[in-house]
């Protein structure tokens, strides 16, 4: 009986950026990466290479942080690069490179946020992110099983758990959350013939330790 089709995707949130080091709200604030993101992004590359990972296309989010990390592996495994901006950050509308501060006093945080409520006022809403992030998934999944990567952020990749994992959306930002940090990554297989998700790592990252 032959092997019935199977999908394996890893998602990957981008290397550090300057708005990470500047500890600013990005959304679709399109900050690059700072050197130590780069170096972050070659070490993930190289242990790839080492381990002769190889990935049929890299799916990224458009926005500068996640598009370099994607080019970085993206040249050291000569993998292919589709851009596709359902993989960007939450638009988080007045919030998009704030500081705390400054985000405290222009754009205050409602007392309370259902599912419905946009970020940063004219940004997205929770749930928003959510379809976006099934719509995501559903551009890989008609395209032919294969061993895909997709290099994206980390609330955006939240949303894509809760989508694959059936978790709903919870008032307030409550419920889990699942940590990406930068060079994190989380690997899936998938097998549509018995809708069958399993999750392979997550928070997975021996080529970067931290200080």
């Not at 381990?51 to 799916?59: H, L, N, T």
Request: proline share 6%.
């Amino acid at each position: 009986m032959a092997d019935s089709p199977l999908y394996n995707i890893t998602f990957l949130r981008h290397g550090e950026s300057v708005g990470n080091l500047e500890n600013r709200f990005q959304g679709h604030a399109d900050f690059p990466l700072t050197e130590t993101g780069r170096v972050q992004a070659r070490a993930l590359a190289e242990r790839w290479q080492a381990e002769g990972r190889a990935f049929d296309r890299v799916f990224s989010s458009p926005l500068a942080r996640a598009r370099e990390t994607a080019e970085i592996v993206c040249a050291a495994l000569n993998t292919p690069l589709e851009l596709d901006p359902e993989w960007m950050e939450i638009n988080n509308g007045l919030l998009a490179g704030l500081s705390d501060e400054e985000a405290n006093q222009a754009v205050p945080r409602p007392q309370y946020m259902t599912p419905y409520t946009r970020f940063g006022r004219t940004g997205e809403s929770r749930w928003e992110v959510y379809l976006r992030a099934g719509r995501a998934i559903q551009r890989i999944l008609d395209r032919a099983p294969g061993c895909y990567l997709v290099a994206a952020h980390g609330g955006i990749l939240n949303m894509t758990m809760y989508a694959i994992l059936g978790i709903p959306i919870q008032a307030d930002s409550s419920g889990p959350r699942f940590m990406f940090h930068n060079t994190t990554f989380a690997t899936f297989t998938y097998e549509p013939e018995h809708h069958n998700w399993r999750m392979l790592h997550f928070d997975h990252r021996p080529h970067w330790k931290e200080d």
